[in-house]
Nanobody, 124 residues
Framework: QVQLVESGGGLVQAGGSLRLSCAAS????????AGWFRQAPGKERELVAG????????YYEDSVKGRFTISRDNAKNTMALQMNSLKPEDTAVYYC?????????????????WGQGTQVTVSS
């Protein structure tokens, strides 16, 4: 079992920045690929950024490329999402998630563990 707890969400103006953090406890976080999903009202949950177990490989959804950066520190059992140049369309609940295995998956159902979510609101 892995427990995930997000923090760092909030309200920010367009063009601003936020840093989300995910703290993992339980089994070794380094055994899992991980990612950040988001879900806006009326929309499906989508993967915005993913990272392999080692941190060597990353994935970004097209709309966040160049603005968001995912990172992880396996020694500290943490993962982060640095979000810059935020836009109103980035408004959503953001979830950190982990999946057994080393590779990133865009499929929500392939993730085994989820945090409770943190709200990000970007005002125009």
């Amino acid at each position: 079992q892995v427990q995930l707890v997000e923090s760092g969400g909030g309200l920010v103006q367009a063009g601003g920045s936020l840093r989300l953090s995910c703290a993992a406890s339980g089994r070794a976080f380094s055994s899992y690929a991980a990612g950040w999903f988001r879900q806006a009202p009326g929309k499906e949950r989508e993967l915005v950024a993913g990272v392999t177990w080692s941190g060597d490989g990353t994935y970004y959804e097209d709309s966040v490329k160049g603005r968001f950066t995912i990172s992880r520190d396996n020694a500290k059992n943490t993962m982060a999402l640095q979000m810059n140049s935020l836009k109103p369309e980035d408004t959503a609940v953001y979830y950190c998630a982990a999946r057994s295995g080393t590779y990133i998956s865009r499929m929500e159902r392939s993730y085994d563990y989820w945090g409770q979510g943190t709200q990000v609101t970007v005002s125009s």
